[in-house]
């Protein structure tokens, strides 16, 4: 019984460190997918940059000009599920609406932006919104969507909601 014992241990240990992988191979093994990586992101980070430049070629007087024509009429938020007590993955999902009105004779193009905010009006999450909107001249638009909060700290420290609209041109 002791030799058979002996045997197993013998050959886990054996087997164990056959295949084992080092630290430095992992090491590498990580570096070339963060390289793959990186190349995958660089034309997603050449086009934000065209993007920001093409935005600072905006002169301040049609920036205060768009600023004047949009007006942000009404925030809603509601809770769709309340599960901010799951022992295992506790979050809550909102549902919101912002109104926009344009008072300009152009149609305004702009990227909505909806934040969640404690009671000293700190930003504890924004919502992902990367589609942006057309608001009609003289007319309103509706920019709805839903978002989830999921660290209970942000759900319990949650106070009230802001609305903005960024990167206006005029169409």
Not at 84 to 112: A, L, Q
């Amino acid at each position: 019984m002791k030799k058979l014992l002996g045997i197993v241990v013998l050959s886990l240990l054996f087997f164990n460190n056959s295949y084992g992988e080092t630290v430095n191979q992992r090491l590498d093994a990580l570096e070339k997918r963060l390289e793959k990586i990186e190349e995958l992101l660089n034309p997603l980070i050449s086009l934000k940059e065209n993007v920001n430049s093409s935005n600072t070629n905006v002169d301040k007087a049609q920036q205060e000009k768009l600023n004047k024509c949009i007006k942000i009429n009404d925030i809603k938020t509601s809770v769709i599920n309340d599960e901010r007590y799951n022992e295992f993955f506790p979050y809550v999902e909102y549902s919101w609406m912002i109104s926009y009105s344009n008072s300009c004779d152009k149609d305004i193009i702009g990227t909505p932006t909806f934040s969640f905010l404690d009671k000293d009006k700190l930003i504890l999450h924004e919502a992902m919104i990367f589609n942006p909107v057309l608001i009609p001249a003289k007319g309103s638009y509706n920019a709805k969507g839903t978002e989830m909060l999921t660290a209970k700290e942000k759900i319990d420290r949650l106070h009230s909601s802001s609305a903005g609209l960024k990167s206006l041109q005029f169409q």
